[in-house]
């Protein structure tokens, strides 16, 4: 429901208008409660002092409270089968309310992964950022599975993994992770640039549903 898929999401009942990103909620409560009727006050009431403090606040609930709240919401699995995962069929219609969930769960999954606020084998978690990543055993890597292949009666061709074998799947393991964080922030950075204004609410076969969807797979309308 978000143009620019940024999130939290406040839509004004009055006037439909969307209001995405702490920034621009904060914004929208301090004009629809002015003076005293709030607590909140517009940028153009305060000092520089006072200017900086709040942008320092928002960087931060963006940076630190943000991974929290999608820890909670998609990798903690009560949460996420309980709670957040039925809220979706409120906004889609079927079958896109089982689908978009399972994006925003990866997209949380990497931030969360990304800052180090992820799950470990004692079942809490790190806020230290230096995550091992876990690559799965391959077979013949070590010596006791390198044994098993002098026993094998059948005869098969069995490959053992080399050692120049082994670095360089550590070293495509280590390239992939790479890959995925740049890709990762280069994508949230491009978001934060991009401005509501220059989108508009989907149209005609733009709108999402699933007939709209058999008609684009079978080439029926091109987007």
């Known amino acids: 429901m978000s143009n620019s898929e940024v999130l939290p999401l406040l839509i004004c009942t009055e006037t439909r208008e969307k209001y995405e990103g702490y920034s621009r909620i904060a914004e929208y409560v301090s004009e629809k409660y002015p003076g005293g009727e709030s607590q909140f ?52 219609p079927f079958p896109m309310m089982y689908n978009q969930p399972l994006k925003f769960y990866h997209n949380a999954q990497e931030e969360v992964r990304m800052v180090g606020l992820t799950a470990n084998k004692v079942g ?27 026993d094998n009666s059948e005869g098969e061709d069995e490959v053992a993994i080399t050692t120049l074998h082994e670095k360089q799947i550590l070293a495509n393991s280590k390239k992939k992770s790479l890959f995925v964080d740049f890709t990762s922030t280069t994508t949230k950075d491009l978001n934060k640039l991009l401005q509501p204004s220059h989108f508009r609410d989907p149209q005609g076969d733009e709108t999402p549903s699933l007939w709209n969807e058999i008609k684009y797979l079978l080439g029926l309308i091109t987007y």
Request: hydrophobic share 30%.
């Open 41 to 92: 006050l517009p940028d153009t009431q305060l000092d520089k002092r006072q200017q900086l403090i709040n942008a320092s606040l928002i960087s931060y609930v963006e940076n630190k409270v943000k991974y929290l709240n999608e820890y909670n919401l998609y990798i903690n699995t009560r949460n996420y089968e309980k709670y957040t995962r039925k809220l979706f069929q409120h906004y889609f």
């Open 124 to 150: 809490f978690f790190s806020m230290s950022g230096n995550l091992e990543e876990v690559i799965p055993e391959t077979e013949y890597f070590n010596e006791a599975n390198s044994s098993d292949v002098e």
